[in-house]
T-cell receptor, first 111, second 114 residues
């Protein structure tokens, strides 16, 4: 069964600290993996896109890594800001239009 | 438009009533998707429209759910005889094509069935 699991479910950090979110998947075949940020009351917004041949992709303070052999990805947030408070969703695309979504990690950044 | 527009943003309805949710995708996007996001759950695929092709309805949870896309643009998701378990955020997304371009999501419609 195609699944995407994320950890932790929720995370609280202080402003300025770094954090890393994890994503493990069993999706096959695999086309690409995306991380989305979803602010409360908004739709998800794409942060990074990686194909199976890419190991890392950065977008400002967000850096995603991918190990296609172990089927693991991580999203590292550097020097967190209050505006980083949101849910972060790992999405795996098997090659057709049916994205497989993880349940997300809810991040809260405190001042 | 500049983004994917959904309406209403919030809907409270009584159990047993029918509701219609509207999605206006980005102009030129041929692919349109409906997803459901329940509390604490991942996004659940409902239905996919691609151009003039027959839609993929495989994700619709029951025959109370239906969707149409008129003129290849605006889409309406209809839920008949709503149940409390239908309470969720219904997200619409559109993209230029099936896979290579990422989705652009709307802000969703929060449906509460009381």
């Amino acid at each position: 069964k195609n699944q995407v699991e994320q950890s932790p479910q929720s995370l609280i950090i202080l402003e300025g600290k770094n954090c890393t979110l994890q994503c493990n998947y069993t999706v096959s075949p695999f086309s690409n993996l995306r991380w989305y940020k979803q602010d409360t009351g908004r739709g998800p917004v794409s942060l990074t896109i990686m194909t199976f041949s890419e190991n890392t992709k950065s977008n400002g303070r967000y850096t995603a890594t991918l190990d296609a052999d172990t089927k693991q990805s991580s999203l590292h947030i550097t020097a967190s800001q209050l505006s980083d408070s949101a849910s972060y969703i790992c999405v795996v695309i098997p090659g057709d239009y049916k994205y497989i979504f993880g349940t997300g990690t809810r991040l809260k950044v405190l001042a | 438009g500049a983004g994917v527009s959904q309406s209403p943003s919030n809907k409270v309805t009584e159990k047993g009533k029918d509701v219609e949710l509207r999605c206006d995708p980005i102009s030129g996007h041929t692919a349109l998707y409906w997803y459901r996001q329940s509390l604490g759950q991942g996004l659940e695929f409902l239905i996919y429209f691609q151009g003039n092709s027959a839609p993929d309805k495989s994700g619709l949870p029951s025959d109370r759910f239906s969707a149409e896309r008129t003129g290849g643009s605006v889409s309406t998701l209809t839920i008949q005889r709503t149940q409390q378990e239908d309470s969720a955020v219904y997200l619409c997304a559109s993209s230029l094509d099936r896979v290579n371009y990422g989705y652009t999501f709307g802000s969703g419609t929060r449906l509460t069935v009381v």
